[in-house]
């Protein structure tokens, strides 16, 4: 199975569209997305190319591949103009015998871990910040911000196949790996 992890869109239909060249190129069965797709919050400026009604638009003729959970700029307002669910605070899935827990981060995180068993992988947004890390047995990966990347890092989204997880900068190549092998 071949699935896309992107998170922090904030409303730029610019970074969505370059995503969505991403999502046409790599061809995943879904398209997961970890909140925060429409609004930009009161912490952060507008990102490059904010137009929320585009992103709109962009998504969802998507609806049937998306697994979305909301994120903490996400609300009752956004599920009246996306087609597909935005509203849980988790989801998850299942990959190759692989347990995947899919959430924001502002609730769950490395610091704050859901009751997840050993092996589990939880995959999260939010910080904007892409990082892999191994947390009392639970595999931790931030797949950083498509719109407001932080802390230098690029415009990015994660790519899991055959049990291995890339990070991808959208305008470029893969910078990161992650293998459960």
């Not at 896309?4 to 904030?10: E, G, K, P, Q, T």
């Not at 999502?23 to 952060?44: A, F, M, S, T, V």
């Amino acid at each position: 199975m071949k699935l896309m992890f992107v998170s922090d869109i904030h409303g730029s239909g610019l970074w969505c569209k370059r995503m969505l060249a991403v999502y046409e190129r790599e061809k995943p069965e879904k398209l997961c997305l970890l909140g925060d797709i429409l609004y930009h919050g009161p912490r952060n400026d507008l990102p490059e190319g904010h137009a929320p009604k585009e992103v709109i638009k962009l998504l969802n003729p998507l609806k049937n591949k998306v697994v979305c959970v909301r994120g903490n700029c996400d609300t009752e307002v956004d599920q009246m103009v996306l087609d597909f669910p935005v509203l849980a605070d988790y989801a998850l899935l299942y990959a190759d015998g692989t347990e995947m827990f899919l959430t924001h981060g502002h609730r769950y995180g490395p610091q704050s871990l859901p009751p997840l068993s050993e092996g589990v992988v939880m995959i999260n947004g939010h910080t904007h910040i892409p990082k892999a890390e191994l947390v009392d047995g639970v595999h931790c990966l931030n797949c950083g911000s498509a719109a407001i990347p932080k802390e230098g890092s690029p415009h990015s989204c994660i790519i899991y196949e055959d049990m291995c997880f890339r990070w991808l900068d959208i305008c470029g190549g893969v910078f990161l790996e992650y293998s459960l092998r």
